[in-house]
């Protein structure tokens, strides 16, 4: 079938192509978010720092995730 220029087997076959760009934006995100859960693991066990300090890292970890993760998020379109 064909609709203003392009057939329905392009069509598909263009889809695929941004599913799978889309497909490892999303991986990356949940990478960055399970490297940001194992560091707040690894804070949260570390018995050496106090619980201030520990709370100052958290929110630097949690502030880094979303800087980063947030133009991952924006180019998939699923910015908050």
């Given at each position: 079938?064909?609709?203003?220029?392009?057939?329905?087997?392009?069509?598909?076959?263009g889809?695929?192509?941004?599913?799978?760009?889309?497909?490892?934006?999303?991986?990356?995100?949940?990478?960055?978010?399970a490297?940001?859960?194992?560091?707040?693991?690894?804070?949260?066990?570390?018995?050496?720092?106090?619980?201030?300090?520990?709370?100052?890292?958290?929110?630097?970890?949690?502030?880094?995730?979303?800087?980063?993760?947030?133009?991952?998020?924006?180019?998939?379109?699923?910015?908050?």
């Amino acid at each position: 079938m064909r609709i203003n220029g392009f057939s329905g087997t392009n069509m598909q076959s263009g889809t695929m192509g941004m599913a799978q760009g889309n497909d490892s934006v999303s991986k990356n995100i949940q990478n960055q978010i399970a490297n940001a859960k194992q560091k707040l693991q690894d804070l949260s066990s570390n018995e050496e720092m106090s619980l201030e300090d520990k709370m100052k890292k958290r929110q630097e970890i949690q502030s880094q995730s979303a800087v980063k993760t947030a133009p991952d998020r924006a180019e998939k379109g699923t910015a908050e």
